[in-house]
Each structure stands twice: as C-alpha cells, then as structure tokens.
C-alpha cells in the first residue's frame, strides 16, 4: 500500500507517495519492473492546474526523451506541457484519460496515470529525478513562494 | 415567487469558471425563461436563510457549478434540499474547447459564448422540469 507525505502550506495540503521519484516540474515516475516505468502529474502539479479538462498523451510507440513533451493538459486555468521523466517509448496511455480526465484530479498517484514508458536507462533518468523529500521540499519554496506573492 | 425553477449557481468568487456559472445563470433568469426561472444565492442557503430554503424546498431546483468541488449542488444536498438537475462549466467546457474562458470581473468573448450556450442547455433543462412538474 502507498504511504505518502504530506505538506500544507495556508489552506492547502499536498500528498507524495513515496515509493516513486519526482521529476521537478511535477512528474512522478514509478519503476515497474522489467523496464517499465509507469508516469503521472504530482498531487502538487494536479491541485495548481486545477480542473483537468482534456488530457493527450502521445502515442504507444512514440520515443521521448528526459524532459520532452509526454502529453499535454490543458485545464480550466491553463495548458500544462508534461516533461517526460524518463527517457524510452511510450508503451501504454491510460485509457480512462479519453472519456474522464478528471481522473487525474481525483487519484494523480493511483488511476490518474497517464502512461507507461518502456525505459531506455532507467538508472541514469533515475539519477537526475528527486526522492520524495527532496521534491516536497522543492514544492514547500514554490507554494510559499507564491503565498507572498499574494 | 413568481419562478417555478429555482436556478442555484456557483459563488466561487474571484474564479473565472465562478463568473460563467453566474452569466449563465443570469441568461437563464433575465433573458431565457423569465417567467419560469427565478436565481436564489447560494450564500444564502449556507446561512440558513428561511426564504432561500423555503424556496428550494418548494420549487425544483438546478444548480450550475463552476468545477469539480460542486458546491452549489453538495449545498443544495447538505441542506437536505433535493436537486431536479445539475450543471458545471467544466462539463460545458468539455463539449465547446474553443470556448475557453479567461477573466474574472469581465470575461473574454469565448467565456461569454460559453455561458450562452451553456445558459441554453440550462434553460432547455428548466423547460423539462416544468413539463415533468405539470
């Protein structure tokens, strides 16, 4: 079962599972085994763009490098681009996303997935991603960043 | 109350989806179906306020929420009041992408088509509840 971390900062409180590693830009990645790497937005990432209304992944079998555009979100705030935080192929796309994107608002960590990635060097890719700590502490100065800018 | 349809939107303030829940509400009860539709506050309802209530509790009642959260509709419940039909601009949002809205206080031209035509579907369902009601 996952456990998580928590971080609240004002009226808002944000989860990390901590059995994956973090892209910075909000993208989690969790080894599956057998060179898979399953990917999703982070608690953090889904709450600041708020409601997901349409969400695109790029095809199974397109070839994305660390950092290149996965899929795109675009919510009722914004258009988020989601950096890929593994290098690889694109080797299966959640099909909930289709029909109810909301998904990835409701369980980012869970059935809000968005792909799964057929790794190319996981143990490198995994090198340049933060551990759960690493990353609530990265989200900690970017919320408290914007609470004084408030 | 002269409405037979209580129209309940989101109070999301300072929220763009918030402002279209509310244009489109609005539409509905100046323009659309003035003679079937009446707006009561949602803040209203959260307070208790008797006349709010008594005019959920005696009319049908749509709400038009701005997002997930659903406030309008989960109010309109935790009040022990039932909701006919409910709305949220995500949805709407889904069905026209080109409509995206931005702004708060004044929305961009897409937000107001959004609201129109969401305004519609709410005043279409108004029609049905007064059909289902007579």
Not at chain 1, 54 to 82: L, Q
């Amino acid at each position: 079962m996952t456990e998580f971390l928590e971080l609240t900062v004002d009226k808002f409180t944000f989860r990390f599972a901590t059995d994956r590693y973090y892209h910075p830009e909000g993208v989690w990645a969790l080894p599956e085994g057998e060179g898979r790497v399953r990917i999703g937005l982070s608690d953090f990432a889904q709450q600041s763009g708020g409601d997901v209304a349409f969400a695109e992944v790029k095809p199974v079998g397109t070839a994305v490098a660390f950092g290149d555009e996965v899929a795109s979100i675009e919510t009722m705030k914004t258009d988020i681009v989601v950096p890929a935080p593994v290098s690889g192929t694109v080797a299966e796309v959640n099909p909930a996303l289709e029909m109810s994107p909301e998904v990835i608002n409701e369980d980012p960590y869970g059935e809000g997935w968005l792909a799964a990635i057929a790794a190319t060097d996981w143990e490198a890719d995994r090198a340049r991603l933060l551990d759960p700590q690493a990353y609530l502490e990265r989200v900690r100065e970017v919320a408290e960043e914007e609470m004084r800018k408030r | 109350m002269r409405g037979k349809v209580v129209i309940v939107p989101c109070s999301g303030i300072g929220k763009t989806f918030g402002t279209v829940s509310r244009e489109a509400a609005y539409a509905v009860v100046e323009d659309l179906r003035p003679d079937a539709a009446e707006l009561v506050a949602l803040s209203l309802l959260v307070l208790g306020d008797e006349a709010a209530r008594a005019a959920v509790a005696e009319h049908p009642t749509v709400t038009i929420d701005g997002c997930r959260l659903a406030c309008a509709t989960k109010m309109v419940q935790e009040s022990g009041l039932p909701v006919a039909r409910s709305f949220t601009v995500l949805d709407a949002f889904r069905k026209y992408r080109d409509l995206k809205p931005e702004g708060i206080s004044s929305l961009n031209p897409e937000g107001q088509k959004l609201a129109r035509v969401l305004a519609e579907e709410v005043a279409e369902a108004v029609d049905e509840v007064v059909k289902g009601e007579t």
